[in-house]
């Protein structure tokens, strides 16, 4: 739909309408990467976009913990009215260096979902590397525009020692070297960085795993270690118990079952997917929906996700198929 078409149909109060009939159902936004005043990076939302879409949520909406929003669905009652809860996936210091101030300022919570082994130093995200040699004076055949997607669903099917081996293959290619720590660009959080957002009473830290793998290409017994190491490896340096989850890559087909229940069994109280949706009061806690809003930068694009209309736009599509 073009922006025109959404302009008219935000003037002629339909955002407002879908934002009312919507009002029990929460929202869980979700973002990964952040950069600076007119950052250009089209996978790192800029602090001006990340301002308005601030300014955005204060005007319309209630930011609360996402363990608040998910004890309210453990709970079977309706939800309060007009819910959002800010998630962060992965671990990188963007997040410290432009996020945290404006949540500071705002007075916003937020969740951080970190991977153990990349806050460690003992290695940085698979995901980061492809992007890196993608961005090469002369990337790998598999890596030109157009390509990225198609092998990031090829590398999400398979184990990880197969998916490395492939990313290495890729660098030798093109005759580079993986660098062995992250460029700045990528780089982790610290401990001491975590422990200070954890104890500013804004941010809960919670787990991405400990390496990131795709959890439906292991087996059980490594999902396991996955879950309950990176819990213990956090809790450990924050000093604060670990209660949220975020599955790696979030989509129906990339975890199992059986994986459902061990995040439970884990010790964990909620865990959030990456599929686009919002929350009712009858989601499983275990599987909460997010809504992407990295590259919503604009309020017209913010807007259509929050207030509900791109979610009634779906539900009709997926009906009238």
Known sequence: MSKLAL??????????????ISARMARILMYHNFSGSQGTDPDALNVEGLRRQFEYLRQHFHVVPLLQLAEQVASGRELDTNLVALTIDDGRR????????????????????????????????WTDKVVWLSEQSTPP??????????????LNRMRPEERNARIQAMARSIGVSIPASAPAKFEPCSWSELREMADSGLMEIGSHTVSHPILSSITDEESWKELTLSKSQIEEEI?????????PNGMAE?????????????????????????????????????IGVARKSTTLEFSKYLDGFAYYQQKLGAGAG
């Open 141 to 154: 055949a598999e890596l030109v525009p157009g390509k990225l997607d198609a092998l990031f669903k090829s």
């Open 239 to 247: 000093g604060r118990n670990v209660r949220c989850f975020c599955y």
């Open 7 to 20: 302009r008219a149909l935000r003037s002629c109060g339909i955002f407002s309408l879908t934002r009312t």
């Open 94 to 125: 963007s997040c410290y260096e432009y996020l945290f101030p404006l949540l500071v300022e705002f007075k916003f919570p937020a969740t951080f979902f970190v991977l153990s082994s990349f806050v460690r130093g003992e290695d940085w995200i």
């Open 254 to 290: 990339d975890y199992r079952p059986s994986q459902v229940q061990q995040v439970e069994r884990a010790g964990y109280d909620c865990s959030v997917i990456a599929q686009f949706g919002m929350v009712s009061r009858n989601s499983d806690r275990y599987r909460l929906p997010r």
